[in-house]
């Protein structure tokens, strides 16, 4: 029997980000790197964290003191070992509906788990090298403000360093979408061809999801998104989905939209980001550097909160808190 690592599961295109970008100390994007290694549970690697001090002068008795308390926690089993021998007994290609089914699943709830738990431990050490790189390595655990607020309660001596620089562009980056702003309006040509705009839709609670048909994770998302829909539908949501779609033919670009939106069977309001129209780009206004991303959408048109990938719970449990007073 083959045995199949949680880190290799999480590496994949599943419940990451496609496309994920971070700015580096010049303001260049760079990938996004995973939070996990090569084994069944989480760690942190100490390499990773000095290289990413790499032009500070930090102590690295307390990096490494700090990267084998939080390794400790991570890497005290909480189902990894069970979920690696249930899925190692299925054959990849197979097995694939149901190889994938768990890893969307018991992989992914296991995760967000892990990662919690690396949250806990940057509110925890404030003081801690390792809770800087945390906040780098795992944005996709919080909100847009989160973020920020996660940044702030740390020492001055770590905002300080020259580290820091990459998250502060970051929370700079996504002030363009900050809560309480108010969402750009904008205007396009729906799946059915009729004309909308996003204000269409004020007095309903949105939720605007960046996707596209190539993203793997927007569209493992879907199935999610479409239990949401059915949930919430009626008691005042909307979904408006802007796909970003990467062919420079226009007519192919249309044409695989329409084909994954069918085959996803996700029927709520979709939009082309270029329809050909020479309209103001939607990605650009709302600073879109990853797949999937969605803004929560009040009913007066303000923006409530941002996320990007598919690990946050945050947005369900705000849409559940608003539809279900």
Sequence with gaps: MKRIILGIMLAAPIVGVCQQQEFDKEGKTVEMTSPVDNGIYMSVDMRSVMQFFSKDSINKADALRDCNALNSILKKDIG????????GKLDMVKDSSAFYGLIETKGVALTREKLKLEQQ???????????????????????????????????????????????????????ITTAGTRAMDFERKNQYGKTVKLSDYKGKLVLLDFWGSWCAVCRRGHPHLKELYKKYKDKGLEIVAVAHEENKDLSKNKAAWLAAIKKDEVNWVHVLEDEGSGAPSITKAYGID????????????????????????????????????
Excluded at 80 to 87: D, H, I, K, P, Y
Excluded at 293 to 321: A, P, Y
């Design 290 to 325: 990853g797949y999937p991303t969605k803004l929560l959408i009040d009913q007066d048109g303000k923006i409530l909160m941002r996320v990007i990938g598919s690990m946050n719970e945050e947005m369900d449990e705000r849409i559940k808190s608003i539809l279900e007073k």
């Design 121 to 175: 431990f940057v509110q925890e050490h404030p003081d801690s090298f390792v809770s800087l790189y945390l906040l780098m390595d795992n944005s996709i655990m919080y909100d847009a403000d989160g973020y920020a607020a996660a940044y702030d309660q740390l020492s001055f001596s770590l905002k300080n360093t020259q580290a820091a620089e990459v998250i502060r562009k970051k929370i700079e980056h996504l002030k």
């Design 80 to 87: 990894e070992l069970a979920f690696s021998q249930e899925l």
